[in-house]
């Protein structure tokens, strides 16, 4: 920079990236930075009229009992669909809205939309589903959390035994203490709780058995090499017979083929989610897919 306001300014940008790599980093300022921060300021800027102009919606993939075979609760997940730029990737889009804080009302808009379609699923016959959702770490971390989802069942009148709320490893283990208070506190209404990603993050043994929490997810990385790659295999291996020994509910995340179902039920793994069984789907399309009946092919 030739003058102080530049040279100041050229210096946040690249704190600014040296942030994003981690601890104990450091960048110089190059000129693209400058094009980079101004991407992520135009994506902020469209996030924000997303959830106003209903750019958001709710695609659910199936969760399957392996044991009778049908679908017996559904993960909502978020999707971006810009008029312009199309579908934006949850990858681009959920680190931006969590280093934002836009997160917050995202995730509330998420909740009370995943609820009013459980509900409606009730309404229509259909067998009684889970609907799992995720909580974020800045949401985890609203003091009012506890009482917006309290708000949302009574919003949209959904059993709270029909809700699983999912939170990571990382997320819960930030204050563990606080964590088993607030936790308490959510399954006092009535819903489930989940550790999503589990075995990617740090998690005391002790604090694990304390939390009230009723399933453990594998993570997908553990799932993709399952069939060849023995250390892969053992870590689910174990998680599942952690999850048992718990009196937890153990469900594999990333299922793609009939060779890593076949493992995991050897396992005894009881519940999966994945492209094997089904691709997230809107809606619309789930609930015809629920009408039919749909079951696991034998």
């Known amino acids: ?32 930075m400058n094009a980079t921060a101004f991407e992520r300021l135009m994506l902020e800027s469209r996030l ?27 993960e909502a997940l978020v999707r971006w669909f810009h008029p312009d730029l199309g579908m934006v990737p949850p990858g681009d889009f959920i680190p931006l809205a969590e280093e934002t804080g836009l997160i917050v009302p ?11 379609q459980a509900k409606r699923w009730h309404e229509m016959g259909l067998a009684p589903l889970r609907v799992a959702v995720n909580l974020s770490a800045r949401q985890f971390q609203q003091r009012d959390l506890v009482d917006t989802v309290a708000r949302v069942l009574d919003e949209t009148v959904l059993p709270a035994a029909d809700l699983e ?17 607030r936790l308490r506190e959510l399954t006092a209404l009535g819903i489930h709780l989940a550790v999503d990603d589990f075995g990617t993050g740090y998690s005391s043994l002790g604090y694990l058995r304390t939390f009230p929490i009723r399933s453990l997810k594998i993570d997908r990385s553990f799932i993709v090499d399952i069939d060849h790659d023995p250390n892969g295999a053992a870590i689910a291996q ?8 718990l009196g937890l509910k ?28 089904c691709r997230p789907l809107p809606a619309d399309e789930l609930s015809a897919l629920l009408r039919e009946g749909w079951r696991l092919p034998p």
Not at 106 to 116: P, Q
Not at 165 to 181: F, K, P, Q
Not at 238 to 245: E, N, P, Q, Y
Request: with cysteine.
């Open 1 to 32: 920079g030739d003058d102080a306001d530049t040279l100041i300014k050229n210096a946040d940008t690249a704190l600014s990236r040296a942030k994003e790599q981690g601890r104990n980093h450091f960048q110089f300022y190059t000129n693209d």
């Open 48 to 74: 924000r009229q997303a959830l106003e102009q209903g750019e958001l919606v709710v695609y659910y993939q199936p969760q399957v009992s392996i044991e009778t075979g049908g679908i017996v609760g559904v």
């Open 106 to 116: 995202i995730g509330e808009w998420v909740l009370r939309t995943a609820c009013r």
């Open 165 to 181: 709320l999912e939170l990571t490893e990382s997320v819960i283990m930030r204050d563990a203490a606080e964590s088993v208070r």
């Open 238 to 245: 174990a998680i599942i017979a952690l999850a048992s020994s």
């Open 250 to 277: 153990a469900i594999a995340e990333g299922v793609e083929t009939r060779e890593q179902l076949e493992i995991l039920r050897g396992y005894g793994c009881q519940e999966m989610q994945g492209y094997y069984f």
